[in-house]
């Protein structure tokens, strides 16, 4: 599936995220998961979501039971890399150290991230032989 040939609305990728923590749900899973968060919207509307996401081929369903059960078809690591690649692309001509070098600058990290930064580093970069 190309990524860039349907983008994802806002409203889309929420109820995409929301496949992506609760796994396989029902219209009813998904506008229950999505107003534990706050976010409030209409059964029609979550349906009419998962419907349009089928349609673009980011989700699939089970239709043998009454409820129909929609689950992700993409990864979101796919989806994060697609989009990232269109911000790079659109931001920084394609190159994406500038990004990088930005969010380091501008963006706090936690140890953990930090220490996984430097391991890449590490290994992208092992110093002299």
Same mark, same amino acid.
């Given at each position: 599936m190309a990524e860039r040939q349907h983008e994802l609305g806002s409203a889309e990728l929420e109820v995409l995220k929301t496949l992506w923590d609760i796994g396989p749900a029902t219209v009813r899973d998904v506008l229950n998961q999505l107003h534990s968060h706050g976010r409030r919207l209409a059964y029609t509307t979550v349906q009419t979501l998962l419907t349009r996401l089928e349609q673009k081929k980011f989700v699939t369903s089970n239709k043998s039971d009454l409820a129909h059960v929609f689950r992700a078809k993409i990864?979101?690591? =796919?989806? $994060?890399?697609?989009?990232?690649?269109? /911000?790079?692309?659109?931001?920084?001509?394609?190159?994406? !150290? &500038?990004?990088?070098?930005?969010?380091?600058?501008?963006? =706090?990290? $936690?140890?953990?991230?930090?220490?996984? /930064?430097?391991?890449?580093?590490?290994?992208?970069?092992? !110093? &002299?032989?």
């Open positions: 990864s979101r690591d =796919r989806v $994060t890399r697609s989009r990232l690649d269109t /911000l790079v692309e659109q931001l920084f001509d394609g190159a994406a !150290g &500038p990004l990088v070098l930005h969010l380091v600058r501008s963006e =706090r990290l $936690t140890s953990q991230e930090i220490n996984e /930064l430097q391991r890449l580093i590490g290994a992208l970069d092992p !110093g &002299p032989k």
